[in-house]
């Protein structure tokens, strides 16, 4: 009655209050609603806590609500086929979907009890859906619809729910935590499936706890999408296991594929020895490769985000999204032939070491990349030798520059001389005999650059 004796906060008849992904049909067609549609809504919840993704997307609201109504349900288990989502997970979500709310289960208990069931069937507690929460639910449904009066339509209840806010702002926050959590409970133990073949991000995946697995050898696909904080992008985090091999040390190659509006950075850390290995980013448009990197054996995780370095001016550019356009990271066992550049080099003590006559062909591969080089041969004399090999367009004063490091506070800025830079020929006598190239300036975060290619060789004179 409370609804219908106040007009002045009553909406208009039909309008249709509520978020085009978890509506349920007779939602939106401005229908009497009843608990059913709050089954509906969790059925939706559901399905994007398991698969990711909402059970209806399109690229305006009217289109998402034309799929509720019209479109079948396609089961999560198709929609993710790498998770090993249960028949039985396939089939609670199926019914709280129905278009027809008397094909849905009768109530939110009832709901409960079929996961419950579901989740004893898997070997997992259902303690974290307390039934007092879901019979609160239906209650609060059957209050809103008894007394004699018609049942009340969804404007209805949206104006007397912005009426009785104040007063019952905390029990609604509560029930809806419960439930909210419990949703979220079964989500993640259904997820407890997921396999180590994964082909797409299962979200939430922005924390090494939520991270997803990554197969050697297979492409992962996934989306720097919805921001955690208006000022803090996506985050996706994969957790990648390195074998030990009996024949020295692991190395991979690792691709990551581009977005054509946002400049990527792919982290590498050790978890088991909380070490940080590096840092990668490229610009807008420009795919990353590394085609070796020496990492020992052991747990990674690699987080895959949107390059937010300082601009020129100071500035940390915006936080973006992009939902349409996916990346592909794969990250394979890789065997470097003679004269390839082997990562980490950025630093003498983890200089590639080269041998006199040897010549290797690296590249400035990411933002911020040095490649140093350090002779291992003794008894010799001999000389660095540094050939540019431009393979495109470069960003604006950029320009390659070579260094002799000769002790750890020593280092000499080389003079190109007919297409080279080389250093002073000198005795190799166990002392530090070094080049380091980079670009200068460092190119800075989402710039067209181009993969700097160059060859270095070490020569006897």
Known sequence: EELRTNPNEITTSGAIVGTPYYMSPEQIRAEAVDGRSDVY??????????????????????????????????PPSKRAPGLGIPEDANAIIARALEKDPAARFASAAALRDALVRSLAGA??????????????????????SSGGAPPATRGEVGAWARRRRRRSLFGVVALLSILALGVLGYGLATRRHVRADLERELEPNDTLEAANP????????????????????????????????????????????????????????????????GTYCRPRARALHIGALALPAGRYALGVSQDRAPRFDGELPPAHENVSDEYSLRVALAAPRAGDEVEPNDRPDEAQPMHVG???????????????????????RARFRVREQLRGRREDGAALEVSAISSPDVRTLLTQVDGAFPTEPRALDGTRACVSVRLSPPTRAGAAAVEDGYEVELEAR
């Open 358 to 380: 040897e010549r290797v062909f690296g590249a400035i591969g990411w933002r911020g990349d040095v490649d140093v080089y350090c002779a291992s041969d003794r008894g010799v």
């Open 214 to 277: 990554l197969s050697l050898g297979r492409p992962l696909h996934g989306y720097v999408g919805k921001k955690l904080a208006p000022d803090r992008g996506d985050v996706d985090v994969f957790r990648l296991d390195v074998p030990a091999l009996a024949d020295g040390r692991p190395m991979v190659q690792i691709d990551l594929t581009s977005l054509p509006d946002m400049p990527l950075c792919l982290a590498i850390d050790r978890v088991d020895a909380r070490g940080h290995v």
């Open 123 to 144: 070997g997992v507690s259902g303690g974290f859906l307390r039934a007092g929460a879901l019979e609160a639910l239906d209650e609060m449904a059957e209050h809103t």
């Open 41 to 74: 809504a969790l059925g939706a919840v559901m399905y994007r806590a398991i698969t990711g993704t909402p059970p209806f997307s399109a690229s305006t609201p009217m289109a998402v609500m034309t799929m509720h109504l019209v479109t079948p349900l396609e």
